[in-house]
């Protein structure tokens, strides 16, 4: 336990104080975003154009939508419905049955479907009408709030969550004889290797989610972005990003003789495309994969995170969250138990 | 005896670096593995740590077998790898406090142990410093240091005087030989003769990954059979006389290099003043004239036909 601590605090330190430690995880992210919210305020801070909905006089959801303020609710009969589509007067069509109809795929339509998702869910629990919150915690705030726009931030939280992968990677490669002459040099000491590879994880974990934080007091105070409506559910996500992200560190260290420097740029590019596949360069990209691969969002570790980030705190959706939990969770057990047969070598072949 | 290395063969693919490799180490003694770049010094300090897998043989280290799990035979062991191996980014004190702590829990025990180590090497001023911000030889002694802070019975040191200016070589070689006067057991790796030959007990030449010979300098002077050299340089004449010294007796051969004879005799009677009568006979003037003991050098050519020299 001494032991531990001990390596911890050294190891800590050399990891903190690294150059690339700096850059990677202190300064890209905060760039990042500066760059993102530089690159979207127009956008972000715009009115969110009014959404035409069409909709039928009978509709048992027609007085909750004529409620809400930013979709204009135009009545429109079923037989029509197409007509009005494809003239682009409106930009969904929601059937008595509670269908969405849609024209072509777009930010109005993710945000139609978004609310009517609610209003089955609550129709469907048979709960009063008065009950239905969604405005307070989905719209009727501040259009930010509702913009989904927004996933490119949920999406750069997902992403450095997953930066516990440099830690990781430093790790790895300082306990193996056969990767850096300092793993060479630790293992001709007494010290056992699983008090390092745990005193690594620890430093991981701590460093990562210090750099995280320090992104999120960013968004909040210099940027003054609202994105947590609920803090602890977002905050299990980001921590399985942490733990994700040092077990693929650990991994990717572990399993191959690739230099440390090509072991970093190989995770900084896997991480920035799936991130990129997960909307962080435009949400259309997740719109359009969601609709084309949708098996894509749910397996892509990153995505997960984003897209639970974006269910929690923009549609006030804390329902189904476990099975990207789970997921998570199981990805980081099977990298580290990968990674536990090629650290348990403690002899080598070659060095 | 503390390391007894027996019959090591360490293959990679198609190349034998250790080649039935032995090594018997004494205790309190300061040994040499003497060989050329690439002949496996560094292999058979590895395979002796248990850092390498080898092929056959066997390895005791204090009489019991090594593995990599020996956590009590490692605790009494020091290695300076070959390769400068520190944290770049913790201090140089930071950096040695690291390492000590690896094998010594007791805090103050520990603080006295960096402090004397720093001083030992001669960083004292320089303990706040990153590494790199040392100059090689500086870094040099921060990685001896790293490995002997603890005060360890047996000593590996691969090379540690490479690329090191002269001032900080004798720095670093006085420093072992107090090392070993202070009890420890030295196991150290070169390439250079002068440094085996003033600093080692006994010395293991090795080349191609075999143990050619073992022994005291001495012992490995009085295996070759040349036991007097003498160097000349004549004035006069400008052909080729060494057919004529060869019939000079008790000569071995004769070699020529930048103008000078290089004349080895087989035993050492005489042989100066032989010398003189066939210079007087044959009317020749010397401009030099001395004699050499053989080196290790010689023993080297000798064993293997090639010279140990950059
Ligand atoms: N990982 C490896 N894979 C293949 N061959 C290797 C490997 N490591 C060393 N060798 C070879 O094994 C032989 C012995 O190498 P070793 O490093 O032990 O030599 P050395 O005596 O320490 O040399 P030097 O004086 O240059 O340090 C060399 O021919 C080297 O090329
Ligand atoms: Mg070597």
């Known amino acids: 336990m001494k032991n531990i601590l001990r390596n911890s605090i050294y190891l800590g330190k050399n990891m903190f104080r690294d150059m690339s430690f700096t850059f990677w995880g202190l300064m890209y992210p905060i760039i990042l975003a500066g760059f993102f919210y530089i690159a979207f305020s127009g956008i972000i801070n715009m009115e969110i154009k009014t959404i035409n909905v069409g909709i039928g006089r009978e509709n048992q959801a027609y007085p909750i939508l004529e409620n809400v303020e930013i979709l204009n609710v135009m009545e429109i009969h079923e037989n029509d419905a197409e007509k009005s589509l494809k003239s682009g007067k409106i930009d969904g069509y929601i059937k008595n049955d509670l269908t969405l109809v849609v024209d072509g795929s777009g930010l109005n339509q993710t945000v139609i479907k978004g609310i009517l998702d609610q209003i089955i869910q609550i129709i469907a629990l048979n709960e009063p009408m008065q009950n239905l919150d969604f405005e307070v915690n989905y719209l009727s705030a501040k259009t930010q709030e509702a913009n989904p726009m927004l996933v490119i931030f949920y999406s750069l939280i997902a992403m450095v969550s997953t930066y516990g992968v440099f830690p990781g990677i430093e790790t790895a490669v300082t306990s193996q004889a056969n990767l850096t002459d300092i793993g060479a040099r630790i293992n001709t000491t007494p010290i056992k290797k699983s008090t390092l590879l745990i005193s690594g994880v620890i430093d991981g974990l701590l460093i990562n989610i210090f750099s995280n934080i320090l992104l999120l007091l960013f968004l909040r105070f210099v940027l003054k972005m609202d994105l947590f409506t609920n803090i602890w559910y977002s905050g299990i996500f980001i921590l399985l990003g942490n733990l994700f992200g040092v077990s693929l560190g650990i991994f990717v260290g572990s399993s191959n003789k690739k230099s440390p420097g090509v072991k970093v740029m190989f995770s900084i590019a896997t991480t920035l495309f799936l991130s990129f596949l997960s909307g962080m360069m435009s949400p259309n990209i997740k719109v359009s994969i969601d609709k084309n691969v949708p098996i894509l969002g749910k397996i892509n570790p990153i995505s997960i995170i984003t897209n639970s980030l974006y269910k929690i705190n923009l549609l006030g959706n804390t329902r189904n969250l476990s099975q990207g939990m789970i997921l998570l969770a199981v990805y980081s057990l099977v990298l580290m138990a990968v990674s536990y047969l090629f650290l348990g070598r403690s002899q080598y072949d070659s060095i | ?310």
Not at chain 2, 257 to 284: M, P, R
Request: charged content about 30%; overall charge negative.
């Open chain 2, 1 to 310: 005896m503390v390391i007894k290395a027996e019959n090591i063969v360490k293959k990679y693919k198609e190349l034998n670096a250790l080649d039935h490799f032995n090594m018997e180490v004494k205790e309190g003694e300061i040994l040499g593995l003497l060989g050329p770049n690439g002949c496996g010094k560094t292999t058979a300090i590895n395979c002796i740590l248990s850092l390498l897998k080898f092929d056959e043989g066997d390895i005791q280290i204090f009489g019991q077998k090594m593995t990599p799990t020996s956590y009590n035979i490692k605790k009494q062991i020091g290695l300076v790898p070959q390769e400068v191996a520190v944290f770049e980014n913790l201090t140089v004190e930071e950096n040695i406090d690291y390492f000590c702590g690896l094998y010594i829990e007791d805090k103050n025990i520990r603080r006295e142990y960096v402090k004397e180590v720093i001083d030992f090497v001669g960083l004292t001023e320089y303990k706040k410093f990153y590494p790199k911000k040392l100059s090689g030889g500086l870094k040099r002694r921060l990685n001896i240091a790293c490995g002997i802070s603890h005060k360890p019975k047996l000593i590996f040191l691969d090379e540690p005087t490479v690329a090191v200016d002269a001032q900080s070589r004798n720095f670093i070689l006085e420093g072992i030989k107090r090392l070993n006067k202070e009890g420890s057991t030295i196991i150290y790796t070169t390439h250079y003769l002068e440094e085996a030959e003033m600093l080692c007990d006994r010395i293991i030449i090795m080349d191609r990954g075999k143990s050619l010979v073992t022994g005291t300098v001495e012992e490995l002077k009085s295996i070759t059979s040349t036991r007097e050299k003498i160097i000349a340089g004549f004035e006069n004449p400008e052909e080729d006389i060494s057919d004529k010294i060869k019939s000079i007796p008790h000569v071995l051969d004769v070699g020529k290099a930048h103008g000078e004879y290089i004349i080895n005799f087989e035993n050492g009677t005489n042989n100066l003043s032989n010398l003189l009568d066939f210079i007087k006979d044959n009317d020749l003037t010397y401009t030099k004239l001395y004699s050499q003991l053989p080196s290790l050098n010689d023993v080297f050519l000798e064993l293997t036909g090639k010279e140990l020299r950059e």
